[in-house]
């Protein structure tokens, strides 16, 4: 991770404001500046495609990594969901959103600290690293142990970072529109109230906390994971207290021997589909950091548990449907369940269910193909990607989803990733029909 000095983390609404406002006309002053220099080689300055240039997309990823909170999130979703609408090296620039961030300096640490523990916090502790362990959107961890000897990570949030969703969200907001970085298709005042719901449950550890309990109960039986202990008496709403794991970068699993590579990829992939199925409960945030690996037992530890997500029985019943369906490859089915969860709408003709039906077959062509799934050799991504573009944007075929599965598609798209990366070959198809056992089951009448 390419460190980036301390930087006290803008409190203020119109400090916030000012500098998003700052990012747009940066972008606009980029893009002109690159205009000029076409014109000066006697070309047509292309200002649309200057905007979206590589050094625009760097400018804007470092001031949302100065802002942090829920504006440098939105650019984390971006450079995720952004290679549809945008050209690559915007995106890529904006990749470096998902590793960096700028942690605070130490005084504005030692307010929160003050503030969250109450004064005399220094006395709680034996020993305090006082350089974070990481920087991440929200908060950054830092190892400590306590008087009484337990070795702890203290993930510990920005300050104002809470009270600053709204305004970050609705600002990055006119700020996209503004520079028309949103697809077409999208329910902008939609997408806007769940992105503030979910940012707002992200900014609470206490919620966290629990999570991250549930979800030690839910794969207690589970040997290929881990996930820390949570120490309550040193969690508050905006500290959170766990054990402080040992372990190496997800990344280096792609180091190791293909049969240890192949059995972490059936570990995620295995547990991807029992949150889904079995547990209903989503971390849907596959990011490489929220994970780690332990060599010497091959686990994976689990951190990270902001962005959890509760989904109710009858969604999962319907996608529980659609999976069967596919696995067993009926079209028609699919299709009408596809309506259910608003995949169509129930006034759309043939034509769009069957570009429905033809994306969600193509995104599960994992659970269709016998036996393990290379996923590092599979170009699933960018067959997606370019059939979607042609079906949605040039056709107009395809509805934006609704925003109850952006989360979930986001996991999706990052389990295959993460599978990729980690250079694995799994059996999807055997793991999910394990794990659709598991589904509710609950028929309704044909409609
Ligand atoms: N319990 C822990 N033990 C060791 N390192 C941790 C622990 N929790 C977090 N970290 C480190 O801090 C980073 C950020 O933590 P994370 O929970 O993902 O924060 P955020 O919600 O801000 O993304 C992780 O990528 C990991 O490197
Ligand atoms: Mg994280």
Known sequence: MAKRPPSPVPQTRLGRLARIGLAAGELAFGAAAQGLTRLAKGQAPDFAGAMLSGSNAKRLASRLSELRGAAMKLGQILSLHGEEMLPPEFVQALAELRSQATSMPSQQLHRVLGREYGKGWEKRFKRFDEEPIAAASIGQVHRAVTRDGRDLALKIQYPGVARSI??????????????????????????????????????????????????ATFVADDPGVVVPHLHWDFTTPRIMAMDYMEGVPLEKVAHELPRVRDAVGSVLERLLFRELFEFRVM??????????????????????????????????????????????????????????????????????????VELIFLVCEPLQHPGPYDFP???????????????????????????????????????????????????????????????????????
């Open 166 to 215: 709204a305004s970050d969200v609705d600002n990055v907001a006119v700020l996209l529109r503004l520079f028309n970085l949103l697809p077409v298709s999208i329910d902008i005042a939609a997408t806007v109230e769940e992105a503030k719901r979910q940012f707002a449950q992200e900014a609470d550890y206490e919620a966290e906390g629990r999570f991250l309990e549930s979800y």
């Open 377 to 447: 050799a599979s170009d699933l991504l960018p067959r997606v990607r370019a059939r979607g573009y042609e079906l949605a944007v040039r056709r107009g075929l395809v509805r934006a989803p609704p925003p109850a599965t952006m989360f979930l598609h986001r996991k999706l798209i990052g389990s295959f990733l993460l599978l990729a990366r980690i250079g694995a070959r799994v059996d999807a198809r055997a793991l999910v029909l394990e794990c659709l056992k598991k589904a509710p089951r609950r028929p309704r009448p044909a409609s």
């Open 283 to 356: 971390q849907t945030d596959p990011n490489f950091a929220n994970y780690l690996f332990q060599r010497a037992t091959g686990r994976v530890v689990l951190l990270d548990f902001g962005a959890t997500r509760r989904f109710d029985d009858d969604f999962v019943a319907t996608f529980a449907r659609i999976t069967h369906a596919v696995v067993k490859g009926d079209r028609e089915l699919v299709g009408r369940e596809a309506a259910r969860i608003g995949y169509v709408r129930p006034d759309d003709g043939p034509e769009h269910v069957s570009a429905a």
